[in-house]
């Protein structure tokens, strides 16, 4: 494969923003993740003018940011939704996190799915992940990797001390 070096075009220092399609949830899903998340917060609103396509004084876009990560929700219609083949991941230091998350993302709609996976009520997806499964999948001893994954596969949310038994061999 060819390595392409970098172009020389400007780019903001910023970094990313993931916008987000709703139809006609923007508002409501930007306030539900940022009530989900610490150092979040709702930015600016803007709203369809007479130009359309949506209703006038409707809500076309809502920046916010959720766990420093910034976002635009945009009220699309409802031609495109969400699926499994771009989802976000929640790294979560203990069960009590992972508890959380899992909780407030399947509330109201949200269902969960396999191996930390869950769609939230908007059919977002999310990894409810421990951080140490990382570590444990990718350690040389093959017995340690296989013993995690097994574990891991047969578990819908998460269970640190059950990932951590496995892990160990106990």
């Known amino acids: 494969m060819t390595a ?3 172009q020389e075009v400007p780019m903001t220092t910023d970094g990313f923003t993931t916008c987000l399609w709703f139809d006609g949830q923007a508002e409501e899903a930007a306030a539900f993740y940022v009530s989900v998340f610490k150092n979040s917060s709702i930015g600016r609103i803007s ?3 007479d130009a359309g396509p949506g209703e006038t004084g ?3 876009t809502v920046e916010f940011t959720a766990n420093g990560q910034k976002f635009i929700a945009l009220n699309g219609g409802p031609q495109f939704k969400f699926n499994e083949a771009v989802s976000f991941q929640i790294l979560c230091a203990d069960q009590a ?3 959380h998350y899992w909780t407030k ?3 109201n709609g949200g269902e969960g799915g396999p191996c930390g996976w869950l769609k939230d009520r ?3 997806s999310w990894q409810v992940v421990y951080d140490r499964l990382a ?4 350690d040389p001893d093959g017995a340690k990797v296989d013993r995690a994954m097994k574990a891991m596969m047969a578990m819908g949310k998460l269970d640190v001390a059950a990932l951590d038994e496995a892990y160990a061999g106990e």
């Not at 570590?135 to 990718?138: A, T």
């Open 97 to 99: 996190e992972i508890d």
């Open 122 to 124: 908007y059919g977002l």
């Open 58 to 60: 409707s809500v076309l």
């Open 4 to 6: 392409f070096p970098a």
């Open 135 to 138: 570590d444990m999948i990718h």
């Open 47 to 49: 709203r369809y003018t």
């Open 105 to 107: 993302l399947t509330e």
